[in-house]
């Protein structure tokens, strides 16, 4: 698409418009996988179940602190023995993921800690998010709309013209595919905790959440008053 420049009577200016947002995040996520193991599968699989109800007994009970909570996957797996003629079970291990998202971060710190003192227990997380609908996303495209105004009278200002219509406004990428600019988006941090069985119940880790980034663009053209060269 080959872009119009305007006329002498009608100029015209193509600028952008850029906004960068830190604000705090709104949700947490943490990922928990519960192991199993038994000498047959029957075994295996009984063990998991019972885990896995733990889990999800202890994350149900903080309540409205919890905003989702979902199964992710399941596997029970045979672990044959290296030694002897043909292949024999020695023992099968089992997993089962399980995701939550918490909405109160004060009680996240408790739940991360009592959720690793389980055994065979691995808690990966925490990912600071933003929701998909915050209305920070639609306060950064706003700010971007409003920066490429100013920038584009400021140039108008600088021939001595003003600015008479906004003819294009299009999110960058908008027309084609292009990359995503660099820090856009909301960005996690993780950390790996193994289980960390132990006589004695944990002190709760201190999480400080992580500020997250919302970036937004635009490309904007305006026809301009004749400039007084």
């Given at each position: 698409m080959t872009a119009s420049y305007g006329t002498a009577d009608a100029p015209r200016i193509a600028v952008r418009g850029e906004a960068r947002l830190e604000v705090a995040p709104e949700i947490a996520r943490i990922g928990v996988t519960v192991g199993a193991r038994g000498r047959d599968r029957r075994a295996a699989l009984d063990?998991?179940?019972?885990?896995?109800?733990?889990?999800?007994?202890?994350?149900?009970?903080?309540?409205d602190a919890v905003e989702r909570l979902e199964t992710g996957f399941l596997a029970i797996t045979p672990e044959t023995s290296a030694h002897g003629r043909g292949e024999r079970v020695r023992t099968y291990h089992g997993r089962v993921h399980i995701g939550a998202v918490l909405r109160d971060f004060t009680?996240?710190?408790?739940?991360?800690?009592?959720?690793?003192?389980?055994?065979?227990?691995?808690?990966?997380?925490?990912?600071?998010a933003l929701r998909p609908d915050s209305p920070v996303h639609r306060e950064a495209r706003q700010q971007a709309v409003r920066e490429a105004v100013q920038r584009a009278r400021e140039y108008a200002e600088a021939v001595g013209a003003s600015l008479a219509a906004l003819v294009e406004l299009a999110d960058i990428g908008a027309e084609s595919a292009g990359p995503r600019p660099p820090g856009g988006g909301a960005r996690a941090r993780s950390a790996s905790l193994a289980s960390l069985a132990s006589a004695e119940e944990a002190p709760p880790l201190d999480l400080e959440p992580q500020r997250q980034q919302v970036y937004a663009q635009v490309n904007a053209r305006f026809t301009m008053t004749p400039p007084r060269l």
């Open positions: 063990d998991l179940t019972r885990r896995n109800a733990a889990v999800l007994d202890l994350v149900r009970s903080y309540g009680s996240l710190g408790e739940l991360v800690t009592r959720l690793a003192d389980l055994e065979l227990t691995q808690v990966d997380g925490p990912w600071w």
